[in-house]
Structures are given as structure tokens and as C-alpha cells.
């Protein structure tokens, strides 16, 4: 899925594995989430828009992956 993740992380200026402490997972699963290899679960989703103050919708754009597209 599409996502934000790389680009608020460098706007921080914090490493993958600084991301990867403050959210309790490991470097290897941020690192596959930014490449989009990855679909976080909805707990990590919330983790990670928690940890940039936004909404998950900020960090996950389904409808760039033809998710909640109607019809």
C-alpha cells in the first residue's frame, strides 16, 4: 500500500530503527513497509499515526491501490 512513511521519517530526521523502538517493531518491518512489501496491521497503523500525530489516512492512501474505490 502507498504510504508516507519514508517521508515523514526523513522530515523527523530519525533512522528506521529509531522508528522502529518508539512503535515496538523491528528496522527490517519498516523498512518493508516503506518499500510497500508490507501491509502494517491496524495496530501498527495506529502506532505509527500516533507516533507522527496524524491520522492513519495521512500515512495510507488505499485509493492509490484502488482500495475504496466504489463499484
Not at 15 to 42: F, K, W
Request: overall charge negative; charged content about 35%.
Amino acid at each position: 500500500m502507498k504510504n508516507e512513511i519514508r517521508a515523514r521519517r526523513d522530515a523527523e530526521g530519525i533512522s528506521q530503527a529509531d522508528l522502529a523502538a518508539a512503535v515496538g517493531v523491528t528496522r527490517q518491518t519498516i523498512n518493508a513497509i516503506e518499500r510497500e512489501r508490507y501491509d502494517p496491521s491496524i495496530e501498527l497503523a495506529f502506532k505509527l499515526a500516533d507516533h507522527f500525530d496524524c491520522r492513519i489516512e495521512d500515512l495510507f492512501d488505499p485509493e492509490l491501490n484502488g482500495v475504496g474505490e466504489g463499484g
